[in-house]
């Protein structure tokens, strides 16, 4: 993993100027995979600072790191899935929800698409060790997903 941030770090074209000159001259010249890399290195490093902020969780360089790597995975996974047309093969087994353990809160969470209008929608639902409804959200952007990366 840090391989190929050191070898992107210390390209010579990348040395000189602003931060945001360095991530267009990065997106001018790198490849799909080094800037899959590099936007969920940059995502994991802001969710780390939000979830520092906002729950005083503090993740160490090693933890973040191996996040970005988790990130990276599922989203490449995703494409060749997409790029491949592979459907997901639906598990056999029933689903159904289970209550979490006592004191803590579940959350579950759906998304639904409508490809002619170009929305995609997500929901999400808090339950309580009793099922009970604590709390949800509902929310929709004006893009659509495929079923595999609304589902990941």
């Known amino acids: 993993m840090a391989a190929w941030l050191s070898q992107l770090l210390e390209n010579s074209a990348y040395q000189n100027g602003t931060v945001t000159d360095r991530v267009f001259g990065m ?3 790198e490849d799909n995979a080094m800037l899959g890399r590099v936007s969920s290195l940059f ?5 780390n600072r939000n979830d520092k902020i906002w729950n005083d ?3 160490s360089p090693s933890q973040v790191g191996i996040m970005v790597f988790a990130v990276w995975n599922e989203w490449f996974t995703v494409h060749q899935l997409r790029r491949h047309n592979i459907a997901p093969v639906a598990d056999p087994r029933s689903v159904r929800w289970e209550k979490p353990g006592v004191g803590w809160i579940k959350c579950n969470v759906d998304a639904a698409f409508v490809a002619r209008s170009s929305i995609t ?3 999400l639902c808090f339950r309580d060790t009793n099922g009970q409804f604590v709390a949800g959200l509902t929310q929709w952007q004006q893009s659509v ?5 609304g589902e990941a």
């Open 145 to 149: 997903y495929s079923i595999v990366e």
């Open 121 to 123: 929608s997500m929901s």
């Open 27 to 29: 997106c001018r010249n």
């Open 57 to 59: 969780n503090v993740q």
């Open 43 to 47: 995502w994991c490093i802001w969710h």
